[in-house]
């Protein structure tokens, strides 16, 4: 199993430099973040630390400052443990680990052990794609969740009635994760697959795609997301701020995607788009 890194910041002033930083991080390899009350942690694998610049990351409206530490991976449920909050999405979902109590009134439950995956819910990116396929028709689609992390969209997906998911992550660990989420939610039918953008060359088309991760590949893989979403069919993006959606929509007009409607929460965003 990898070795990671956890990185222990701080930044003054917190907001909206966290959510910059978080971005920004993303772009360079950090898989997983989480906030407490004195910054946030970011987690990223040791071959990939070995290349990380911070003198590259320079700010005028904020500073942060950091600590690092070497974590092996039996370490990390006991992490999660400490500090993973249950996650409501309003009245339709919660998202909590297998040590929480459950929550009266709530239409949907996932139960996840996030480990070294990203997806738990508590970023607003997540929280936001929850809340919109609540907004879909999924019943009988074909869905596709692209970067699936914990597997979080997939199993919702399946739980909002769509007949056939597929999930699909470049991390070996997140991959296993997702299985291993995807069973204890009754839902091992989900198709749980490594890799990229390649890996989609087997398939035909879906009627959603489902792809939460950064602006920049969300730019690189709009023309295979168009190739393979089916005329009609939904695309929901997310993993960006508010002020990229003029950028990534421009790049979604180009492969006939039609932006219909966009949510914020945070600075964060997710674009609902069509195919055209």
């Known amino acids: 199993m990898p070795v990671y890194y956890e990185y222990s910041f701080k930044v003054n002033p917190p907001q909206p430099g966290t959510d910059i930083l978080i971005s920004d991080l993303g772009d360079l390899g950090f898989e997983t973040f989480s906030e407490d009350e004195h910054g946030f942690k970011a987690y990223i694998q040791e071959e990939i630390d070995s290349s990380i610049n911070f ?4 700010y005028n409206d904020f500073t942060f400052t950091f600590k690092k530490q070497r974590i092996e991976q039996t370490n990390w449920n006991a992490e ?7 996650v409501l999405v309003e009245n ?8 929480h109590n459950p929550v ?4 949907h439950e996932i139960v996840i052990m996030p480990k070294m995956s990203f997806g738990t819910g508590h970023h607003d990116t997540t929280w936001l794609m929850c809340k919109q396929l609540f907004q879909l028709n999924l019943n009988k689609k074909t869905v ?28 070996e660990w997140s991959v296993e994760n997702s299985i291993e989420n995807c069973m204890n939610n009754n839902c091992s039918d989900i198709e749980i697959k490594l890799g990229g ?3 989609l060359n087997t398939y035909k088309s879906f009627d959603v795609i489902l792809a939460n991760i950064n602006k920049n590949v969300l730019k ?3 023309a295979v997301y168009a ?3 089916a005329n009609g069919g939904n695309l929901l993006l997310s993993g960006f701020f508010n002020t990229d959606i003029a950028e990534l929509e421009k790049v979604a007009e180009n492969n006939s995607l039609k932006l219909t409607d966009s949510f914020i929460k945070n600075n964060w965003a997710v674009m609902k788009l069509v195919k055209d």
């Open 55 to 58: 003198q590259e990351l320079n």
């Open 80 to 86: 999660w443990e400490k500090n993973f909050e249950p």
């Open 92 to 99: 339709l979902l919660l998202i909590r680990a297998p040590f």
């Open 104 to 107: 009266e009134n709530v239409q």
């Open 144 to 171: 596709l969740d692209m970067g699936c992390g914990t597997g979080v969209l997939a199993i919702l997906a399946k739980k909002l009635g769509a007949e056939k998911v597929v999930g699909i992550d470049i991390d």
């Open 197 to 199: 953008k390649k890996a």
């Open 220 to 222: 690189d893989q709009m």
């Open 227 to 229: 190739n393979l979403l």
